[in-house]
């Protein structure tokens, strides 16, 4: 039930890592007794926009065959075999490249050699990569993905070390590529690698650019290479830039988020406390917060949420929205904490948030939701998210709910939840 965690900014080994190209029962039933997260390329001639400076060469990443847009998206480990592919080696592609000089040769050969060796040779050869080499490396690309060979990871990692060694250069290719679309990942994967070591030349460029859809799509990636590079330096910038509300939004969940990645999720709180009291984009603020505490451990995050207990406004809007994601997203676990920890009945909200949880598993799994309860009838707060449950049920199956109410231990609670049956089956008559 966890959320993914965001998408995060690839550093070039976070991503070759990724890639693996590093080295070396039912909700009703009774319960029992007893315990129991391109460029120019093959676009058409004359769609380029004469006004904007092509690139050197076309990008393949996109293929272009019928004037419309698709990736060329096979995995990297998946490549088609080729007639001829002898121990890493194309004859077709040795006759086609006599021309080349050694080190584009040596990157031909290790696209070809879809072994181990040939992968390592591959991010051996990027490491030396200059701005000089862009464009015969993507005019290589472009041929490679034209005769059909998979490419389209390498092309993404030659992209992502372009944008460490020229950022400049390959925002601009990127730009040029992209100008007649709102965004693009590799767009923003440019813009964002140049701004984490230098976001003021990168604010500085893609600002100056005219073509304000792809602009307004590219500042997302401006947006996390900045947070990346320093997050306070990403907040002046929120603070002084004319931005959209999607995009300084988006721009606060990025610097929460290395907030939490770069000091600790206290540092999360504290960024809160600064900038929620203050009122200019509260709701954004809490969005952002919310949305890294919403996956930090159960007890931090309710740790958290309690010490916004009566404080303000806003801290209460944002208790209640915390309580809200974690028991939408996490309410298997969520129930699982409060049902065992001690104090967690004493925790401000706790009975609302206990309910919203109980009612997300309901939905989304009853069954495991009522096994559940069997198999834990022991744990300390037993009552706590065993009473909601069979008050829930009492809507479907009251004769059910009435048999998990008296597996409450509490005699007070198990009376008020089996009049609160009764009620409930009257009204439905």
């Not at 190209?21 to 319960?31: H, I």
């Not at 813009?191 to 650019?209: D, V």
């Not at 959209?244 to 969940?253: D, K």
């Not at 988020?257 to 999720?265: I, K, N």
């Amino acid at each position: 039930m966890n959320p993914e965690p965001d998408r995060v900014l690839p550093t070039l080994t976070a991503f070759l890592f990724g890639l693996g190209l590093g080295v070396g029962g039912t909700w009703m039933a009774l319960p029992r007794e007893g315990p129991g997260d391109a460029g120019d390329g093959p676009i058409a001639q004359g769609e380029r926009d004469v006004t904007t400076p092509a690139p050197p060469q076309a990008v393949t990443l996109l293929e272009r065959t019928d004037g419309s847009e698709r990736e060329a998206a096979a995995p990297l480990i998946q490549a088609a075999p080729r007639p001829g592919a002898v121990a890493g080696v194309d004859v077709e592609a040795d006759a086609a490249n006599a021309g080349e000089d050694d080190r584009l040769k040596a990157f031909r050969r290790s696209l070809l050699d879809t072994s181990t060796v040939g992968r390592r040779q591959y991010l051996t050869l990027l490491q030396d990569l200059t701005t000089e080499d862009a464009p015969a490396m993507m005019a290589l690309f472009r041929e490679m993905a034209q005769r059909g060979h998979a490419v389209g990871d390498y092309d993404r990692l030659f992209w992502l070390r372009w944008a460490e060694v020229d950022g400049a250069a390959a925002s601009a290719a990127m730009f040029a590529r992209d100008k007649r679309f709102p965004e693009t990942a590799l767009s923003n994967l440019a813009i964002a690698t140049w701004a984490k070591y230098e976001p003021e030349a990168a604010s500085a460029w893609l600002f100056a650019q005219e073509d304000i859809p792809l602009r307004e799509g590219m500042t997302n990636g401006l947006l996390e290479g900045m947070a990346e590079y320093d997050p306070a330096f990403a907040m002046r910038f929120l603070e002084s830039a004319n931005l959209s509300t999607r995009q300084r939004a988006h721009g606060y969940a990025q610097i929460a988020r290395q907030h939490h990645l770069q000091q600790g999720l206290d540092a999360v709180g504290q960024w809160y406390e600064e900038h929620a009291a203050g009122g200019r984009d509260l709701d954004q603020v809490i969005e952002a917060t919310t949305g890294v505490y919403a996956r930090a451990p159960f007890a931090e995050a309710l740790g958290w949420a309690d010490s916004l207990e009566g404080a303000s406004e806003h801290a209460m809007r944002t208790r209640n929205q915390l309580h809200a994601r974690l028991a939408y997203d996490r309410p298997d676990g969520l129930l699982a904490y409060l049902g065992g920890e001690p104090g967690a009945e004493s925790l401000g909200g706790v009975i609302p948030l206990t309910e919203r949880a109980v009612s997300r598993w309901i939905q989304t799994n009853p069954g495991a939701m009522a096994s559940w309860l069997e198999k834990n009838r022991e744990i300390r707060n037993y009552d706590l998210v065993a009473a909601p449950f069979a008050a829930q049920v009492a809507r479907d199956d009251p004769a059910a709910a009435l048999a998990w109410a008296d597996t409450l231990r509490d005699p007070a609670l198990r009376e008020t939840v089996k009049e609160r049956i009764a009620s409930a089956r009257s009204a439905g008559r």
